[in-house]
Structure formats: structure tokens, C-alpha cells
């Protein structure tokens, strides 16, 4: 079975940075790229950016230019994704998601997320 | 980057119940355009893929279907799992986007 995990929880004062992390097992991991997923409470899902787990070429969303980093460890088919000065605003639940194949950026498999709670 | 608008924003609906949402888009998609369920506390789940494509499992009362910027999920006979809220996004270049999210809820 395919299962990208998650850390469940991560605290930050303003100003900090987090370093979310994402397990992938169950299929070749360089075989499909990551891309992350955010949703602030109660509110839609916001595109961060990918990572193909080949060559580590990044796509980072205009928005989050400069503060991201999207990084992987092929070794331990692990991704991750930095985020440096927080705010508030970046109160939300994180995903890590797979997409289906080179071409078809959708997700079939997810991470089950990581509430990433920014406050003093 | 493209902008996906969705309609409308809430619905109420009874079991057995046929509901459509639909999914714009501020420029052409072709058929890149996939559905996705979300239940609170749980990530997305897919639906369909390339506007038309039941995902493998998903129930058949499901449906999607349009092409170019206009799009559309059909949910037939709606059922008591079928409460949740639904999201459409687009990749047919980068930046992805979703679109804001259809929430339907029992009459």
C-alpha cells in the first residue's frame, strides 16, 4: 500500500521557520514528483509548489518565492519543505501529496497533513 | 496564473437527491481538470481525472464532464457519505490551482 506520512503537529513563533517532512513508501519513490498543499482553517486548498524526486528541480508557486524550499532525501524516500519567516497567516494544515504521473499533476495519494501553528 | 471559480459556493441537498457543481475556468483547460472530495479533518480524496475520468473505487454516481473552461460534477443519488465539500483544480500548467470549494450539506 502507497503511504505518504506526516508529522501531526508543529508549533512556531513568528518570525521562525518549519521544516515539514513526508514519508513516502509503497511504490518507487522517483517515480512521480511531490508537491505540497496548504489549507488555513476553514478555508480551500492553496498550491505551494513540486519537487520531481529525479533531478530535484523545483516549481515554486509565485506567492511563496524566497521563503520555500522544497527539498528531497531519495535515500530515505523522504520529502521536505522548509518555510521561513512565519507569520500568523501561515496557520494552516500542510500536505504532501503525489502526482499521478509526468503530465498529470493530480493527486491520488495524500499525506494526511501537518497542522503547522504559528503564534506567539 | 489560472483562476477556477466554482458554483455555487453551498448547496442543501436530501438523500436520493442529483446534485451538479460546476467549475470555470479563466482560460481553456482542454481536459485537465480533476474533482476531489474532502471531509473535515481529512485530506482530499479523488474523484475524477482529465474532466471526465471516474478515479479507480470512486462509485459510480459520480460523474464529471465539460472541456475547455466549463466543467462539471454530478453526483446521482446522493448518498449519506456524499456530505462533504468539493474541489476542482486545473493542471494544465503550472501554477496549480483550486477552485474555491462547493460544501454540501443535508436539507
Known amino acids: 500500500q502507497i503511504h505518504l506520512v506526516q508529522p501531526g503537529v508543529e508549533v512556531r513563533k513568528p518570525g521562525a521557520s518549519v521544516k515539514l517532512s513526508c514519508k513516502a513508501s509503497?511504490?518507487?519513490?522517483?517515480?512521480?514528483?511531490i508537491s505540497w498543499v496548504r489549507q488555513a482553517p476553514g478555508q480551500g486548498l492553496e498550491w505551494m509548489g513540486w519537487?520531481?524526486?529525479?533531478?530535484?528541480?523545483?516549481n515554486y508557486a509565485k506567492k511563496f518565492q524566497g521563503r520555500v524550499t522544497m527539498t528531497t532525501e531519495n535515500s530515505a524516500t523522504t520529502a521536505y519543505m522548509e518555510l521561513r519567516s512565519l507569520s500568523p497567516d501561515d496557520t494552516a494544515v500542510y500536505y504532501c501529496?503525489?502526482?499521478?504521473?509526468?503530465?498529470?499533476?493530480?493527486?491520488?495519494?495524500w499525506g494526511q497533513g501537518t497542522l503547522v501553528t504559528v503564534s506567539s | 496564473a489560472i483562476q477556477l471559480t466554482q458554483s455555487p459556493s453551498s448547496l442543501s441537498a436530501s438523500i436520493g437527491d442529483t446534485v451538479t457543481i460546476t467549475c470555470r475556468a479563466s482560460?481553456?483547460?482542454?481536459?485537465?481538470l480533476a474533482w476531489y472530495q474532502q471531509k473535515p479533518g481529512k485530506p482530499p480524496l479523488l474523484l475524477i481525472y482529465?474532466?471526465?475520468t471516474l478515479e479507480v473505487g470512486v462509485p459510480s454516481r459520480f460523474s464529471g464532464s465539460g472541456s475547455g473552461a466549463d466543467f462539471t460534477l454530478t453526483i446521482s443519488s446522493l448518498q449519506p457519505e456524499d456530505f462533504a465539500t468539493y474541489f476542482c483544480?486545473?493542471?494544465?500548467?503550472?501554477?496549480?490551482?483550486f477552485g474555491p470549494g462547493t460544501k454540501v450539506d443535508l436539507k
Open positions: 483544480q486545473h493542471f494544465t500548467t503550472y501554477p496549480l490551482t
Open positions: 482560460q481553456v483547460l482542454y481536459s485537465a
Open positions: 519537487i520531481s524526486t529525479q533531478n530535484a528541480y523545483t
Open positions: 509503497g511504490y518507487t519513490f522517483t517515480s512521480h514528483a
Open positions: 501529496a503525489r502526482d499521478r504521473n509526468t503530465g498529470s499533476a493530480f493527486f491520488e495519494y
Open positions: 482529465d474532466a471526465s
